[in-house]
DNA sequence: CTGTGCAATACCACTTTGCCCCCC
DNA sequence: AGGGGGGCTTTGTGGTATTGCACA
């Protein structure tokens, strides 16, 4: 027995060869990223030893995951095809035990952190987070839609609008008189009134949109909007009165998998607790208890601010940024767990007045939360929720966040900017801006994103993180796309149907959420920047040029530009874009027809780019040669000239080395030459001692080579109807060929078929089996029986073939199993078949080779039993796979 | 905060004339 | 028995666009 131990183990002390050490070596690390990118903890302490495989194992202690990971798979494949030790164990030739050694390893749990991988994701993963996006997108829109409707409630309404003091009463009827909504009293109802029950009915008949046209009054408008004042009372009021004590929304990123189950299960499992489960309000119940209690998350108050404005009769929509899960692989897709566990200290960095303990991440340890009074969300710069109020007086928007802005009202355009979340305390809490929605009464909604986007331009900072508009390719019209906003199709359950809409739909529409485009830098000498000018229409640097672009002869710089500063500052010449031209090779050109006009200089040098194994050693060759790497000219296209090849003399078809003839365009055929792009027209030229050239009308790359694709011949044109008439010919025979061919075959497999029923049968009649013919026998014994029940485009003729099976059964050969035999066969087809031909020979090159490969027309409309009983043995049958064909056609077609 | 430069990566375009086996 | 049709295989690389990140 040779040396050689086949156990991958055993034989780690034998002095292993150096390349099976690196195998071992990288290989364990890369299972293991292998196979726990999801099913593990993650931890960002431990990424940076991601980035070395070899460092990773050993220092996977700091991870608490429980979860067990198979490894190290140790199948020692390189031994297997290792020449050394396969030549001298012939044993290794045939399969032989071997041990499996299996290492698993609890400790193993590993971030598969892409961001620190070395791939990117794959599709597969791709798809995962946009699908995940949209999916949250939309349920993130319901659950807005179901708080807007209960922020409608009656019974919320009259319990706000109970709690309010006096004062903000009073203040009320001043706004009500001073927008003209009231006409004042002498002495005006006390506020105290109009708590009462039953209230709800009268109120909405003095204050609702009614109450406006019948009580017409001027707004009073000396002291800007009335409402503004109102709207202040009401913030602070709410400011005051409205406790935090549930952490609200927050984008959190993707987790782990594992610790994503774990959450799952103890939300399923667990008491409901807030702090891990986040906040609840299972229905419009608890709702109205919220409402009672003055108390709950951020954007529950948010919410219920919305419902007191409401409940005031003032038109309010209740506005939600919504935190989604992703699409992409930024670090606001990372979930990054909850700070408690890396640093000791519960002071968050960002947070000055040292009251962090509100992170509402669900595996953020209660009692820390909880102690100290609960600031939740403290950490987020930005409202998810607010509120946005129709100024009766002038219809315009203006946006209210009670809770969290230091500026609580935006008025204009640059205040509503500062709703956006942006800089890096949004950044580290993940708070993005990609869709804004506002939820109005009627319970239609409304994008409303431009609104709060910085300079209402887009696509601004919701660039990554909303949903781009795709550009799909049109079905049936190649080339043609039509875009696709998948956002917007969401959107069409819940805006506001055409015919309702609101005046203040039209305004906003013509003003705020009117989408502004970035401005285009102006590409002044002034304002040049490197960016700028790589993105310019008009101007261009040299160095921008592409491999095929070239300055045109004589082009002259417009100016120069200086990139970097300093030492490092260099200059360079600024050229019109205009004076690019594009350049190809003569190669290139020759494929277009057009050849390089003698004397002229290639306005560009650019490397050889070989790709076939030929081209490659001859570049190599000269490479040794001239010890540098050579270069090709590049020629603009009014440096080259169409080819026109010499008139044919005597019939006589020029060929060029390789004894065919160019014809990628047109123009490339010689006068008084044709070109018949059919297959097996060389065979017949040939025969009709006609003299011609192959067609080579393109190229195909494969394997490291350039094959030509033929398609047909050129002639001389005085030959090209005696050609096609002789293919016609050719073509109808060798169609009629097939067609015998093929129903030879098929007549064998159905006798072949009716021989088996028989044999079947009788052995049923000698050995017993029931009934025969019962029906769900044979529904089980026949498989066309079922066949026929999902095919209902059979010929009327199967029909009747499989119904006298049973009568014919015991002479099927003299009757053809209800076939046409060979004699009997109706001979009218061909006529058909040679118009086909006709007609393909005016459509041209491409189909013309159907003969070969679709059956004769009798053919394809046979049953398709034809197919399950042994059609599929012939390679030659239509049934071969469609990329096989295409691709024969390519390269013989015609 | 913005522009620049770099790195990583996804995607696209360019590439230009065999060989061998099996069937007819 | 030989000629010819068809199967093989889907390349591979360099450029470019895009994105993210660090840094000035």
């Given at each position: 027995?040779?040396?050689?131990?086949?156990?991958?183990?055993?034989?780690?002390?034998?002095?292993?060869?150096?390349?099976?050490?690196?195998?071992?070596?990288?290989?364990?690390?890369?299972?293991?990223?292998?196979?726990?990118?999801?099913?593990?903890?993650?931890?960002?302490?431990?990424?940076?030893?991601?980035?070395?495989?070899?460092?990773?194992?050993?220092?996977?202690?700091?991870?608490?995951?429980?979860?067990?990971?198979?490894?190290?798979?140790?199948?020692?494949?390189?031994?297997?095809?290792?020449?050394?030790?396969?030549?001298?164990?012939?044993?290794?030739?045939?399969?032989?035990?071997?041990?499996?050694?299996?290492?698993?390893?609890?400790?193993?749990?590993?971030?598969?952190?892409?961001?620190?991988?070395?791939?990117?994701?794959?599709?597969?993963?791709?798809?995962?987070?946009?699908?995940?996006?949209?999916?949250?997108?939309?349920?993130?829109?319901?659950?807005?839609?179901?708080?807007?409707?209960?922020?409608?409630?009656?019974?919320?309404?009259?319990?706000?609008?109970?709690?309010?003091?006096?004062?903000?009463?009073?203040?009320?009827?001043?706004?009500?008189?001073?927008?003209?909504?009231?006409?004042?009293?002498?002495?005006?109802?006390?506020?105290?009134?109009?708590?009462?029950?039953?209230?709800?009915?009268?109120?909405?008949?003095?204050?609702?949109?009614?109450?406006?046209?019948?009580?017409?009054?001027?707004?009073?408008?000396?002291?800007?909007?009335?409402?503004?004042?109102?709207?202040?009372?009401?913030?602070?009021?709410?400011?005051?009165?409205?406790?935090?004590?549930?952490?609200?929304?927050?984008?959190?990123?993707?987790?782990?998998?594992?610790?994503?189950?774990?959450?799952?299960?103890?939300?399923?499992?667990?008491?409901?607790?807030?702090?891990?489960?986040?906040?609840?309000?299972?229905?419009?119940?608890?709702?109205?208890?919220?409402?009672?209690?003055?108390?709950?998350?951020?954007?529950?108050?948010?919410?219920?601010?919305?419902?007191?404005?409401?409940?005031?009769?003032?038109?309010?929509?209740?506005?939600?940024?919504?935190?989604?899960?992703?699409?992409?692989?930024?670090?606001?897709?990372?979930?990054?767990?909850?700070?408690?566990?890396?640093?000791?200290?519960?002071?968050?960095?960002?947070?000055?007045?040292?009251?962090?303990?509100?992170?509402?991440?669900?595996?953020?340890?209660?009692?820390?939360?909880?102690?100290?009074?609960?600031?939740?969300?403290?950490?987020?710069?930005?409202?998810?929720?607010?509120?946005?109020?129709?100024?009766?007086?002038?219809?315009?928007?203006?946006?209210?966040?009670?809770?969290?802005?230091?500026?609580?009202?935006?008025?204009?355009?640059?205040?509503?900017?500062?709703?956006?979340?942006?800089?890096?305390?949004?950044?580290?809490?993940?708070?993005?801006?990609?869709?804004?929605?506002?939820?109005?009464?009627?319970?239609?909604?409304?994008?409303?994103?431009?609104?709060?986007?910085?300079?209402?331009?887009?696509?601004?900072?919701?660039?990554?993180?909303?949903?781009?508009?795709?550009?799909?390719?049109?079905?049936?019209?190649?080339?043609?796309?039509?875009?696709?906003?998948?956002?917007?199709?969401?959107?069409?359950?819940?805006?506001?149907?055409?015919?309702?809409?609101?005046?203040?739909?039209?305004?906003?529409?013509?003003?705020?959420?009117?989408?502004?485009?970035?401005?285009?830098?102006?590409?002044?000498?002034?304002?040049?920047?490197?960016?700028?000018?790589?993105?310019?229409?008009?101007?261009?640097?040299?160095?921008?040029?592409?491999?095929?672009?070239?300055?045109?002869?004589g082009a002259e710089p417009v100016r120069t530009f200086t990139a970097g500063k300093g030492a490092r500052a260099k200059e360079e010449q600024v050229y019109k874009r205009a004076d690019v031209v594009k350049c190809m090779s003569a190669e290139s050109w020759h494929k277009e027809g057009r050849q390089i006009q003698a004397g002229a200089a290639p306005l560009k040098k650019v490397p050889i780019r070989a790709v076939t194994l030929m081209r490659k050693r001859e570049v190599d060759e000269m490479q040794r040669e001239t010890g540098q790497k050579p270069m090709q000219g590049l020629y603009a296209r009014d440096q080259t000239e169409y080819i026109i090849p010499p008139p044919i003399v005597d019939g006589k078809i020029p060929k060029n080395n390789y004894g065919n003839i160019d014809c990628f365009v047109p123009s490339m055929i010689p006068r008084g030459a044709a070109h018949v792009p059919f297959s097996g027209t060389v065979r017949l030229c040939k025969k009709l001692g006609i003299d011609y050239a192959e067609a080579v009308t393109g190229f195909e790359f494969g394997s490291k080579m350039a094959v030509p694709v033929i398609q047909g011949v050129v002639v001389a044109a005085e030959n090209e109807d005696l050609l096609k008439d002789a293919w016609r010919i050719d073509a109808a025979e060798k169609r009629k060929r097939e067609e015998l061919k093929a129903e030879k075959r098929i007549l064998q497999t159905w006798r072949k078929f009716l021989f088996g029923l028989r044999i079947a049968e009788r052995v049923r009649e000698e050995y017993g089996g029931g009934d025969p013919f019962a029906d769900r026998e044979r529904e089980a014994q026949n498989p066309f029986a079922l066949r026929k029940k999902n095919n209902e485009q059979h010929?009327?003729?199967?029909?009747?073939?499989?119904?006298?099976?049973?009568?014919?059964?015991?002479?099927?050969?003299?009757?053809?199993?209800?076939?046409?035999?060979?004699?009997?066969?109706?001979?009218?087809?061909?006529?058909?078949?040679?118009?086909?031909?006709?007609?393909?020979?005016?459509?041209?090159?491409?189909?013309?080779?159907?003969?070969?490969?679709?059956?004769?027309?009798?053919?394809?409309?046979?049953?398709?039993?034809?197919?399950?009983?042994?059609?599929?043995?012939?390679?030659?049958?239509?049934?071969?796979?469609?990329?096989?064909?295409?691709?024969?056609?390519?390269?013989?077609?015609?």
């Open positions: 027995m040779p040396p050689f131990v086949p156990r991958k183990r055993s034989h780690s002390e034998d002095p292993p060869p150096p390349k099976r050490q690196a195998l071992d070596v990288s290989a364990k690390p890369f299972s293991i990223d292998e196979s726990d990118s999801d099913s593990s903890e993650s931890s960002l302490s431990d990424t940076p030893a991601d980035n070395t495989h070899g460092s990773r194992i050993p220092v996977s202690d700091d991870e608490d995951e429980e979860e067990e990971e198979e490894e190290d798979d140790d199948i020692d494949w390189e031994d297997a095809i290792d020449p050394k030790t396969s030549a001298t164990t012939p044993s290794l030739a045939g399969p032989e035990l071997q041990d499996l050694e299996l290492t698993l390893d609890k400790n193993e749990a590993h971030v598969s952190d892409l961001l620190d991988g070395k791939k990117g994701p794959t599709k597969i993963e791709r798809h995962i987070r946009i699908q995940s996006h949209c999916i949250h997108v939309q349920c993130l829109l319901y659950h807005n839609a179901i708080r807007n409707a209960w922020i409608n409630d009656a019974k919320v309404h009259e319990t706000l609008r109970h709690k309010l003091p006096d004062g903000i009463h009073k203040e009320v009827k001043k706004w009500r008189i001073a927008t003209g909504l009231e006409i004042p009293e002498r002495k005006p109802d006390p506020p105290k009134s109009k708590k009462k029950k039953g209230k709800q009915a009268k109120k909405k008949e003095e204050w609702g949109p009614e109450a406006e046209r019948l009580e017409p009054g001027q707004p009073d408008m000396s002291r800007g909007d009335p409402i503004i004042t109102l709207l202040k009372v009401l913030v602070a009021y709410w400011k005051n009165q409205f406790q935090i004590t549930a952490p609200g929304l927050r984008k959190h990123g993707y987790r782990p998998v594992a610790s994503l189950e774990e959450i799952i299960t103890d939300f399923r499992n667990e008491e409901h607790d807030p702090e891990r489960h986040g906040e609840r309000i299972a229905n419009i119940d608890e709702f109205r208890a919220v409402a009672e209690n003055m108390q709950g998350s951020r954007d529950v108050g948010a919410q219920l601010f919305t419902a007191l404005i409401r409940a005031l009769g003032i038109e309010a929509r209740l506005v939600s940024n919504l935190q989604p899960l992703g699409f992409g692989w930024t670090k606001a897709e990372v979930y990054t767990p909850p700070k408690t566990d890396a640093v000791p200290t519960n002071t968050k960095p960002e947070n000055g007045s040292g009251e962090s303990e509100s992170t509402p991440d669900v595996e953020q340890d209660p009692p820390k939360a909880k102690k100290g009074g609960a600031q939740y969300d403290k950490d987020l710069p930005f409202p998810i929720y607010w509120t946005e109020v129709v100024s009766p007086a002038t219809n315009e928007i203006i946006s209210v966040d009670s809770l969290v802005l230091p500026k609580p009202l935006g008025l204009s355009a640059d205040q509503q900017e500062a709703f956006e979340p942006r800089g890096a305390k949004a950044d580290r809490v993940k708070q993005v801006i990609c869709y804004v929605i506002a939820h109005s009464a009627d319970g239609t909604a409304k994008d409303v994103t431009t609104r709060y986007l910085r300079r209402r331009t887009w696509p601004g900072k919701t660039k990554g993180f909303r949903f781009p508009v795709q550009k799909l390719p049109t079905p049936g019209l190649q080339g043609q796309y039509f875009e696709y906003d998948w956002f917007r199709n969401v959107m069409r359950g819940y805006i506001r149907p055409p015919d309702q809409r609101t005046k203040v739909d039209e305004q906003e529409d013509e003003t705020d959420l009117k989408r502004k485009q970035p401005e285009k830098k102006k590409t002044t000498q002034a304002g040049d920047t490197l960016q700028s000018l790589r993105t310019s229409t008009e101007f261009v640097l040299e160095r921008f040029l592409r491999r095929e672009e070239a300055l045109k002869p010929e009327p003729d199967e029909k009747h073939d499989d119904d006298h099976f049973e009568e014919d059964s015991h002479d099927p050969v003299d009757h053809g199993g209800g076939f046409l035999l060979p004699g009997e066969e109706d001979d009218g087809d061909d006529h058909l078949i040679v118009e086909e031909h006709k007609q393909e020979d005016h459509i041209g090159e491409d189909d013309s080779d159907d003969g070969e490969l679709s059956p004769p027309i009798s053919i394809s409309s046979e049953p398709d039993e034809d197919q399950e009983t042994g059609a599929k043995d012939d390679p030659e049958s239509d049934y071969a796979p469609p990329t096989r064909s295409g691709v024969r056609r390519r390269r013989r077609g015609g």
